[in-house]
């Protein structure tokens, strides 16, 4: 079934960002539709986590704009920007847990932020959040400095997942992780994506991650987007990226582990 227009929840037009007079994204035009997990994909200095955070609105573009919940962020009010950040949820490359705070009051910050709920339904809720995130409620008490990168990775999950976003923003999520915490993770999210019907946006270069997770895949190259769709639409378009990146002996062998049918049409 196709998906119209009134699916989209964050619509990217005629995107220009340029630092000094280095361009990074010119006229790039994206749409991401509720309930998908849209992958982006590029090369070094594509500017994949710069469009992340004009979507969190962290950045502003240089010219054109970027609609989320049929608010064009460069317009918003700042309570507008507020409420659409208790609307999402971030995950950042490194966890980017505060390193003073414990765990559980890492995952506490969000709501304590909202000002309104008591600290026993806080305290519930971080419990909530940290078993959904696959965190013993015996760890809410630890420092950052004290968990290891699979951890990090769950007790930033739990804090992203804290007010219930109907955004979830993934910037590199298996990056740091050995295989198994890696495969591992891509199933708590795949399992909590299905559960809670959440849309995900994801900044990764993981071919496994990529191919086990991605309803679609947006690739960045040429300061644009170049394709989108599917995994095997995607690998059909003939630019130099997309046959080093995805057809390359990596991509093949990654490809193969999810979709022997699309690899064996690739060549």
């Known amino acids: 079934m196709e998906n119209s227009r009134s699916d989209v929840i964050i619509h990217v037009q005629h995107l220009r960002t340029q630092f000094s007079r280095t361009v990074i994204h010119n006229n790039l035009n994206l749409d991401i539709y509720r309930g998908e997990i849209l992958s982006i994909v590029g090369g070094s200095g594509t500017g994949k986590t710069v469009l992340l955070r004009q979507m969190l609105r962290l950045e502003q573009p240089r010219q054109g704009s970027v609609t989320i919940f049929d608010v064009d962020l460069n317009h918003a009010s700042q309570k507008q920007i507020a409420y659409f950040r208790s609307r999402s949820g971030m995950l950042f490359q490194h966890g980017a847990l505060y390193s003073a705070l414990s765990v559980f009051d890492n995952v506490a ?28 409620p015996e ?129």
Do not use: W
């Open 109 to 136: 910050q969000p709501l304590r932020e909202l000002s309104i709920l008591p600290e026993s339904l806080i305290s519930d809720a971080v419990y909530l959040k940290l078993d959904m995130a696959g965190i013993g």
């Open 139 to 267: 760890h809410a008490q630890k420092m950052p400095s004290s968990l290891s990168g699979g951890m990090v990775k769950r007790v930033a999950l739990a804090r992203a997942l804290a007010l219930e976003p109907e955004i979830l923003f993934l910037d590199e999520p298996t990056s740091g992780l050995d295989p198994d915490s890696s495969e591992s993770f891509v199933s708590l999210i795949k399992s909590l994506h299905k559960e809670l019907g959440f849309t995900v946006v994801m900044v990764t270069h993981d071919l496994d991650t990529l191919f086990a997770l991605s309803s679609r895949i947006a690739v960045i190259a040429d300061k644009h987007i170049i394709a989108i769709g599917t995994t095997s639409e995607v690998i059909q378009h003939h630019h130099p990226f997309i046959q080093e990146f995805f057809l390359g002996s990596r991509g093949l062998r990654a490809l193969a582990a999810i979709d022997p049918v699309a690899t064996s049409a690739s060549t």
